[in-house]
């Protein structure tokens, strides 16, 4: 027992750990009656209780009103300082993973049955496994089709996972934004094993590789026929790449995996940029074949998966690769901010007609308009 002028001596300053849990009980006793009893039940433990607050948090935080806005700060906040607070080997040593590929090429399949192995084939590590979902389009076609239960029916049921769909809230940004957010919520409520599905098309992939700690992407057993598409996509991103549905063809799917592994290999050694990042942990390309339905060589890709985890972990670059994303996700919600901001100015909205169409028309170049406008929002 320490003497009380030893505690004392305690200042926050000198005991970052004790600063950090004087901030989160800060955080979370300063919750409204209603956040907090969403708080307790997010941080409870697993259950029908739990699982509810949490779909009740993530609606909170895909609301558009700014009076649940700003209790969803609040909360996420004391969420945030409880997580960190944990222990080193405790749920904020959570692990995210990003799964992309063409519609069909069976990512909702391949996701269930990766949960279903690391929840019941490995059940004696207690891994809880959430499931949530990046799809612009969803906004258009009014909902996700991870929301479609018979695509993930068993794991949905399963008492240790929890699944969300997409938010629709329009732009890539915004959805990408808000289940970002939902992955903090997730984590909080201890599940170490957050999966993020996202369509390969466009600008999605870029986002969910940039929220996750590894990004794989599924192929289909003719994929090498199109080496060049596929060679642009992974240069930019994966980690590791699935053949899927390997059952349909298994000679194309071998096929398949010699071209994309030796294109990897190829890429390697020109040493693209944004492989740089793979040099400290020396991570080899790798390839596997996969069928997301019988649930072959889902045992293989999750070794694969740890392989990857440990060496990131040993050589620095998770922890590096984390700090960049929320930093650079700080910069994306600040130049968003602004945006929005310098929109609502009353200022600008009352002289943006008129400038727009000297622009229009000619009469006034763009950037002085931009000048003018950018001081106006002052
Ligand atoms: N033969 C075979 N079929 C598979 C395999 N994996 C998925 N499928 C089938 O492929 C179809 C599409 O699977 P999904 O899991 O919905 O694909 P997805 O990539 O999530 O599709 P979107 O969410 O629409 O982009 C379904 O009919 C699956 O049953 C597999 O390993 N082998
Ligand atoms: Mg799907």
């Known amino acids: 027992m320490s003497p009380p002028a030893a505690d004392a001596a305690r200042t926050p300053a000198a005991d970052p750990a004790a600063a950090a849990a004087a901030a989160a009980a800060a955080a979370v006793t300063a919750l409204p009656p209603t956040d907090r009893a969403l708080f307790d039940a997010v941080t409870a433990g697993a259950g029908a209780v739990q699982r509810r607050a949490m779909a009740k948090t993530i609606t909170l935080l895909e609301s558009t009103r700014a009076d649940h806005r700003a209790r969803a700060d609040a909360l996420l906040d004391a969420l945030l300082a409880a997580s960190t607070g944990r222990p080193a080997g405790g749920a904020a040593q959570s692990f995210r993973l990003g799964i992309s590929g063409v519609p069909g090429a069976g990512k909702s399949t391949f996701i ?208 590096q690769r984390r700090h960049a994303q929320d930093e650079a996700w700080m910069w994306e919600r600040i130049d968003a901010g602004l945006r929005r901001r310098f929109r609502d100015s009353a200022a600008v909205r009352a002289a943006l007609p008129g400038f727009t169409a000297q622009v229009r028309a000619g009469t006034l170049a763009a950037s002085v308009a931009a000048r003018r406008l950018l001081d106006l929002s002052g």
């Open 112 to 319: 269930e049955a990766l949960g279903l192995h690391l929840l019941d084939g490995l059940a004696e590590r207690g891994h809880r496994v959430a499931v949530l979902a990046v799809d612009p389009s969803s906004a258009l076609s009014g909902g996700s089709i991870l929301g479609d239960k018979t695509r993930m029916d068993k794991l949905a049921v399963h008492e240790r996972a929890f699944i969300r769909p997409s938010p629709s809230a329009g732009n890539l940004g915004g959805v990408a934004e808000k289940t970002r957010e939902a992955m903090l919520v997730c984590e909080a409520a201890g599940h170490d094993i957050v999966i993020v599905e996202t369509v390969g098309v466009g600008q999605s992939e870029t986002a969910v590789a940039g929220m996750t700690d590894m990004f794989v992407l599924l192929q289909l057993p003719n994929a090498g026929d199109d080496l060049q598409a596929i060679k642009r996509g992974i240069t930019e991103i994966a980690d590791l790449v699935v053949i899927n549905k390997a059952d349909l063809d298994e000679a194309a799917a071998t096929r398949a995996r010699a071209q994309i592994t030796s294109a990897l290999r190829l890429i390697g050694q020109q040493g693209h940029p944004a492989h740089a990042r793979h040099d400290g942990s020396a991570w080899p390309p790798q390839v596997l074949e996969v069928s997301a339905l019988k649930g072959t060589g889902l045992a293989a890709f999750w070794q694969a998966v740890e392989r990857y985890r440990e060496r990131a972990l040993a050589g620095g670059a998770l922890q």
